[in-house]
């Protein structure tokens, strides 16, 4: 899908030219240290991507390996020249989508997904409320209890990673404000996300409350919407660039001290919307001011002076690294900062804690069998804790982590980050009424 800036949807020389091919990256690469293979690593990619800028044809065998890619971004944190891989990437996706015309049912499925879909509350709301009847019918647990989704192959596979329905959606509070308990020091716009307002509702409540409890008058701006990062992810940049510049538009204006996300994979192209606009001269620098403003709630809450007034959480927890949170954004310390501020919380460092857990956007949907291998490594690395709770700071992350827990765990919970800090408000709270 082409539009005016369809010409600078390709990795630029200048990006390429940084890589200097010294494997660096090698070991950081999920799908190299799965299949071992030069042209299914990051310095592979590139010298693929140099290949094709040089007049080399856009093949099968060159999609199929960019598509291979999880863009998780490791390789940026260990490549010493600074090379911006997932800039690279994308664009190399970008270019693929713009030259490639993909079979049928193919192009009448991604159309549907990304242009209609995960753009339409109306629609996402009708998902939501079949995946809930499939849910509460004990259909879904019949069929994972019972180990009948082995029998569909792929389709069993998927089906494990289908994402909950949490009635009811957090569509109906976009457009309020929720005020701060207490003194407001800060005024906020929190970004609901798409997916996220019918399968992590409970944790965009928690969110708000957790702001709400740290001087926070919280904002769920109208007219905001998709973030675009799958559409980026997927190649699709010009419809990408559509929902910058309404969300950019919904928001900008709104004199926040911050805008915040909850999910990690969405704050990463949130806080990369003036790359994504940048040649464009109506948004590009409404863009740079918006990204300028955009947090992690992890790392905006670890940034202000944190409440402390907290309850007991009694149990151990380890962290998993949510990819483009300690890759893309670089906020490793503070999603550790808020666990061990928690009281009651025993913190357990996960082994190789920043390598990928497989989920990817919809990676773990269109290339299943390698994200489940990655996952079952991840599990291996969980496992080796003893911890109780895994937490992490993306949506698409827990769900992979809660199919992980499923096939490959111990029963441990998978939570985000903000839930344990609602659960020790709520804990203290609970206590002062008891006392009453």
């Not at 192009?107 to 242009?115: H, L, N, P, S, Y």
Request: hydrophobic content about 40%; overall charge positive; proline content about 5%.
């Amino acid at each position: 899908m082409a539009d005016s800036f369809a010409s600078f949807d390709r990795p630029q020389p200048t990006d390429l030219d940084r890589c200097v091919h010294c494997g660096l990256c090698l070991n950081a690469c999920p799908t190299y240290r799965e299949l071992g293979l030069e042209m299914d690593s990051p310095r592979g990619r590139i010298y693929q991507m140099v290949q094709v800028a040089n007049g080399a044809a856009v093949s099968p065998s060159y999609a199929e390996h960019i598509e291979l890619c999880l863009a998780c971004r490791a390789c940026e944190s260990a490549c010493p020249s600074g090379v911006q891989y997932g800039r690279l990437v994308e664009a190399a996706r970008a270019d693929i989508e713009n030259q490639v015309r993909r079979p049928l049912l193919a192009r009448i499925t991604r159309r549907f997904v990304f242009a209609r879909l995960l753009q339409s509350p109306g629609l996402m709301t009708t998902a939501g409320a079949l995946a809930f009847l499939y849910q509460s019918s004990r259909l879904q647990k019949l069929v994972r209890g019972s180990g009948l989704w082995k029998l569909f192959g792929k389709l069993g596979r998927l089906e494990q990673l289908a994402p909950p329905a949490e009635p009811p959606f957090f569509f109906g509070k976009i457009g309020e404000t929720f005020p701060a308990t207490g003194k407001a020091r800060y005024r906020v716009a929190l970004m609901a996300g798409c997916i996220a307002n019918v399968s992590f509702a409970r944790l965009n409540e928690a969110t708000v409350r957790v702001l709400q409890k740290n001087a926070c008058d919280v904002v769920v701006p109208a007219g905001q919407g998709c973030c675009g990062a799958l559409h980026v992810h997927a190649g699709m940049r010009s419809e990408a660039r559509k929902l910058a510049r309404r969300n950019i538009d919904a928001v900008l204006a709104g004199n926040y001290d911050a805008i915040i996300t909850n999910a990690a994979g969405c704050g990463s192209t949130l806080k990369e919307y003036h790359d994504l606009l940048e040649h464009d001269a109506d948004y590009a620098e409404k863009a740079r001011r918006f990204s300028s403003l955009m947090k992690d709630v992890n790392e905006f809450l670890a940034s202000i002076e944190l409440n402390r007034d907290m309850g007991p959480v009694p149990a151990t927890v380890t962290y998993q690294d949510s990819c483009h949170l300690a890759h893309g954004q670089k906020v490793r310390i503070p999603p550790r900062r808020l666990l061990t501020a928690v009281p009651g919380v025993e913190f357990r460092e996960m082994p190789l804690s920043d390598l990928c857990c497989g989920s990817a956007g919809i990676y773990n949907v269109v290339e299943n069998e390698m994200a489940m291998s990655v996952l079952e490594k991840k599990m291996q690395s969980v496992n080796s804790t003893g911890a109780q709770v895994i937490a992490t700071a993306n949506p698409g992350c827990m769900l992979q982590l809660e199919a992980g827990v499923r096939l490959h765990g111990r029963g441990q919970r998978v939570v985000h980050v903000v839930e344990i800090l609602d659960e020790a408000y709520r804990a203290a709270e609970a206590t002062r009424i008891s006392k009453l």
